[in-house]
C-alpha cells in the first residue's frame, strides 16, 4: 500500500500558460458592471469605474460630483473617474463597447482549452498553481489558508469555474517567482464572493455578481455581467513598473550564411501589447534601406517575414524599438538591434526536409505523435522508433508543433536549411496531467484485487478443518 500511497501524490506536471486574454477596453477600468456599483463604508479604488447599461444613479456610496463636461463623475474615493450609459456622449458609446469587450473577454477564456481538469476536488487552499489553464465544472475555493501562484512574468493563468468561486475570510493569493497580477484571469460562472479582509489577485471576469467583503483588497479587476459591491475594500490596478526585453532572436545577432528566404523573429520576457507590435516598431533594414514586410505577433514572440528574398552575401539590421510596449504599457528601455549576413547562394531551392525523433521523458520513442509545421500544412505521424520526416519544408525560420494525446504539446522554432536535411534533437514529450486522470481508479482497482487476494489467503491458512467425532 505504500507504493499506491505514493503514486497517488504525484503532482501534474507544469504545463506552458496559455495566451493571454484580450480585455479590449474593458481594460480601461479596474471596476465594471452591468446592473450596479456599490459601496459602504470608505472604499478606495485606483482606476476608473463604469456601468451599462444601468445609468449613474445605480453607482452608490461614492457621493459622485459630475464633471463639467457631464462625460463622467469624480469620488473622493475614487482616483480615477466614473462613467455611467446616460452621461454626455461619447461616454454612452464608450460604455456600451467596453461592456462587449468584457463579455467578450469571458467567453474567450472560458473557451481556452484546459490543461488542468477537475484539480483538488475544487479546493485550491495551501495549493501552489504553475502556469496554466484549470477548468472546474463546479465551484471553487480557496479557504484561510491561501493559495500560492507561481511563475515567471510572462506566463499566463487562467481559472474556468463554472459555478461560484469562494475565497474564505482571511485568505491570501500569493504571488511568486515574478508571477503578474495582470496576467491571471478567473473566469467565473456563477457568484465570487471576497471574504472579510482577503488579498486578492487578478482579473475576476464574472458572470454574475462580484461580492468583496468587509476590508478585503483586490491587486487586479472586477468586471461583472451583474454588479460589484464593495464594503470598505481597495481596489487598485495591477502596477507593472517593469520594462520587457527582448529575450532572444531569430537568427541570432551576428550570424552568418542566413537564408536568404528567413524570417526574423524576437521572443519577449512577457506578453506584449499586440497592438505595438507593428512594421513601424519592427524593422529591418540593408544599410539605410529598409526592407518590405509583414509582421505578425503570437504568445511573447514578433515575427517580421520580407516580402521578398533578401539580397546574398549582404548584411541585414533588424530592429524592434521602444515603441514595443507591454501590457501595462511599458515599453522597452531602448532599441533592441542585432545583425546578420545573408548566404552566399544565390538560387537556392526554397524548401528542405527536417527529420527528429519524438521521446518521453525516460527517453522512450513515441509512435503516433504528430509532428507538424505551424501554417504550412506540412505534418507527419512519427513512426515506432519515434521518427518523423518532413518534406518541402518552407526554407528559414519555421515553428514546429508536436501534439500526442496524453502528452503536452510541445513547439520549437526551427531553422530549416533549403535543398538540405536539417536534423533536430530528439524532442521530449512530458506526461500531460489529465492523462493522470485514470490512474487513481485503476489502482485502486489494483490494490482493493491485492488485498482480497491476500485476505483470502490468510483466512485459508487459519481455517481449522472439520471432524467427525
Not at 467578450?104 to 496554466?132: C, H, I, N, Q, S
Not at 528566404?261 to 497592438?275: G, K, Q
Not at 501554417?375 to 519515434?386: C, H, K, N, Q
Request: proline share 4%; net charge negative.
Amino acid at each position: 500500500m505504500i507504493f499506491v500511497l505514493g503514486v497517488f501524490a504525484v503532482i501534474p506536471a507544469h504545463a506552458a500558460g496559455p495566451a493571454i486574454v484580450n480585455l479590449g477596453t474593458a481594460g480601461d477600468f479596474v471596476v465594471l458592471a452591468k446592473t450596479g456599483i456599490s459601496t459602504t463604508g470608505t472604499t478606495h479604488i485606483t482606476g476608473n469605474i463604469g456601468i451599462s447599461p444601468a445609468a449613474a444613479s445605480y453607482m452608490t456610496g461614492f457621493g459622485l460630483t459630475m464633471d463639467a463636461s457631464n462625460e463622467f463623475s469624480t469620488s473622493s474615493m475614487i482616483t480615477g473617474k466614473a462613467y455611467a450609459s446616460d452621461y454626455t456622449p461619447p461616454t454612452p458609446t464608450k460604455m456600451t463597447t467596453a461592456i462587449s469587450d468584457m463579455e467578450t473577454a469571458y467567453t474567450d477564456a472560458a473557451g481556452r482549452a484546459a490543461d488542468y481538469t477537475e484539480l483538488y476536488a475544487g479546493d485550491v487552499t495551501e495549493k501552489t498553481l504553475a502556469p496554466g489553464c484549470y477548468k472546474w465544472g463546479t465551484g471553487l475555493l480557496i479557504s484561510a489558508g491561501g493559495v500560492t501562484i507561481s511563475g515567471t512574468a510572462a506566463d499566463i493563468w487562467i481559472f474556468q469555474i463554472a459555478q461560484d468561486l469562494t475565497v474564505a475570510d482571511g485568505a491570501i493569493v500569493t504571488l511568486s517567482g515574478g508571477a503578474k497580477a495582470t496576467n491571471i484571469f478567473w473566469q467565473v460562472g456563477g457568484q465570487t464572493t471576497i471574504g472579510t479582509t482577503v488579498a486578492m489577485k487578478g482579473i475576476i471576469l464574472c458572470q454574475t455578481q462580484i461580492a468583496m467583503n468587509t476590508g478585503a483588497t483586490l491587486v487586479g479587476r472586477a468586471l461583472a455581467q451583474a454588479a460589484v459591491t464593495c464594503d470598505a475594500n481597495s481596489i487598485t490596478t495591477p502596477t507593472d513598473l517593469i520594462a520587457p526585453t527582448v529575450s532572444s532572436t531569430v537568427p541570432a545577432n551576428a550570424v552568418t550564411g542566413v537564408s536568404i528566404n528567413s524570417a526574423m523573429t524576437a521572443t519577449f520576457s512577457e506578453a506584449m501589447d499586440p497592438l505595438t507590435i507593428t512594421a513601424t516598431t519592427f524593422t529591418l533594414k540593408q544599410g539605410a534601406t529598409s526592407v518590405s514586410g509583414t509582421v505578425t505577433y503570437s504568445g511573447t514572440k514578433a515575427t517580421f517575414r520580407p516580402a521578398a528574398n533578401l539580397a546574398p552575401s549582404t548584411i541585414y539590421t533588424a530592429t524592434i524599438t521602444a515603441g514595443a510596449k507591454d501590457l501595462a504599457g511599458n515599453a522597452l528601455a531602448g532599441s533592441h538591434a542585432w545583425s546578420f549576413t545573408t548566404s552566399a547562394i544565390i538560387n537556392p531551392s526554397t524548401t528542405g526536409t527536417v527529420t527528429g525523433t519524438v521521446v518521453d521523458v525516460n527517453g522512450d520513442p513515441i509512435e503516433g505523435a504528430i509532428v507538424s509545421v505551424e501554417g504550412e500544412g506540412i505534418s507527419d505521424e512519427t513512426d515506432a522508433a519515434g521518427g518523423y520526416t518532413l518534406t518541402d519544408v518552407p526554407g528559414g525560420a519555421q515553428e514546429l508543433k508536436v501534439t500526442m494525446d496524453g502528452y503536452d504539446d510541445q513547439t520549437f522554432d526551427v531553422e530549416v536549411a533549403p535543398d538540405s536535411t536539417t536534423t533536430n534533437p530528439d524532442i521530449v514529450l512530458g506526461a500531460n496531467a489529465n492523462s493522470l486522470n485514470w490512474t487513481l481508479p485503476l489502482l485502486l482497482l489494483v490494490a482493493f484485487i491485492v488485498i482480497a487476494i491476500v485476505a483470502a489467503i490468510f483466512i485459508s491458512r487459519r481455517k481449522k478443518p472439520f471432524r467427525k467425532s
